[in-house]
Every structure is written in C-alpha cells, then in structure tokens.
C-alpha cells in the first residue's frame, strides 16, 4: 500500500513538472503571457457566465486585444500545420495552450470563398496594389529547416490581415453563438510572420 501511495506521488509530481514544462515555452515572454492572460480571462467570464451577448462581446473585445499588440518579437511558438508551397505557403503556430496564429502567402489558400475574393477586392480598391504576403522571405526560408511539432521564435505583426493593414473584420458580423464559443475556447489569429528561428525553449 506504502508502495502505491509513493508511486501515485510520484505520478503526479511527474504530470505537474510535465505541465510546467508545456507551458513555459508560452510564458517566456512577459509580452506573450500577458496577451494569453487576457484572453484566459476574458474567456473563462464569458464562457461561465452562458450569455450569448456577453460570449459575443468578449469575442470582439479578444480581437481588439490581439488588434493593440501590434508588433511582437521574441514569442515562442509551436509549428502545428504547414500547407502549400513556397509560393502560397499557410501555416498556423501554436502560441499558447489553443491559441493559434495563422499566417499565409495566398489569400485564396488563406480564407475561404467570397471571403477571399471580398477581401482581395477590397484591399486592391484601397491600394491598386496586390494583398501583401503573410510571411516574409526569410521567413518561409527559416520555414523549411523546421519539423512540424518544433519549438520556434518568432516575431511579426498582429492585427492586420496578412500585413495589409485591414482590420479582421470576419470576426465583427456574421457570427454565431456557437461560432463565438468555439473562438473563445480556440482563439486564432491572423499574423504576419517577420521572422522564425530555432527556439531553446520547452
């Protein structure tokens, strides 16, 4: 019995060092753990309170906080999905638990339907010019020394549309209750991605 106790003690000090670990990778940068804080917050009151009013405002106000981060570097990451090809490369990293940002070269690859093309249409109306990349070439060089999986540092923009300057404005109408909950629970993010290097975080 005394054997048993030791080894249940043993297990959990080994599942609690285990879930440091995991997440001392996202809370390395003070800039990082705050955003992820926030949103945490912001979710869990939402969530517990099972208001759709306030599930959608907290939806919007999580957009507004990944909207004044602006510039970020230094943030650790995990590389979850790459799609594509140099050209029209997708990608989303995992930078806290759930918590994604995904950043892509081709707009048809990157949104969905009309979306894409209402988008493209609109920025090109703005600009006369073509939707700018969501990585940048050294980026996508950095890109293909990676294992999917790996711990990366990365530094970019967030609260833009792949670097163009137009706000997300897929997350302000048109969503559901159901939408805004799944959000919640998993945030993710559009991003331009500036850089990737190796990370010595774990």
């Given at each position: 019995m005394t054997a048993l106790r030791h080894m249940?003690?043993?297990?959990?000090?080994?599942?609690?060092?285990?879930?440091?670990f995991e997440s001392s990778?996202?809370?390395?940068?003070?800039?990082?753990?705050?955003?992820?804080?926030?949103?945490?917050a912001l979710s869990k009151r939402a969530l517990a309170s099972n208001n759709p009013l306030a599930i959608e405002e907290a939806a919007k106000q999580?957009?507004?906080?990944?909207d004044q981060i602006g510039a970020f570097e230094g943030w650790c990451g995990t590389l979850k999905t790459i799609?594509?090809?140099?050209?029209?490369?997708?990608?989303?990293?995992?930078?806290?638990?759930?918590?994604t940002l995904y950043a892509f070269n081709d707009w048809a690859?990157?949104?969905?339907?009309?979306?894409?093309g209402s988008l493209a249409d609109m920025f090109t109306t703005r600009s006369r010019e073509s939707p700018p990349p969501g990585l940048s070439d050294p980026a996508i060089a950095a890109l293909k020394t990676f294992r999917l999986g790996e711990r990366v540092q990365l530094s970019g923009r967030m609260g833009a549309i792949?670097?163009?300057?137009?706000?997300?404005?897929?997350?302000?109408?048109?969503k559901s209750d159901t939408?805004?909950?799944?959000?919640?629970?998993?945030?993710?993010?559009?991003?331009?991605?500036?850089?990737?290097?190796?990370?010595?975080?774990?």
């Open positions: 249940f003690v043993l297990l959990g000090v080994a599942l609690a060092l285990g879930g440091c990778c996202y809370q390395s940068n003070a800039r990082q753990k705050e955003f992820l804080d926030g949103l945490a999580s957009v507004a906080l990944s799609d594509g090809n140099a050209q029209n490369v997708a990608l989303t990293i995992e930078i806290g638990p759930n918590v690859l990157g949104t969905m339907g009309a979306t894409a792949a670097g163009s300057g137009l706000f997300d404005l897929s997350r302000l109408f048109g939408d805004n909950r799944v959000f919640l629970q998993s945030p993710r993010f559009v991003a331009r991605i500036e850089g990737l290097q190796p990370s010595d975080k774990k």
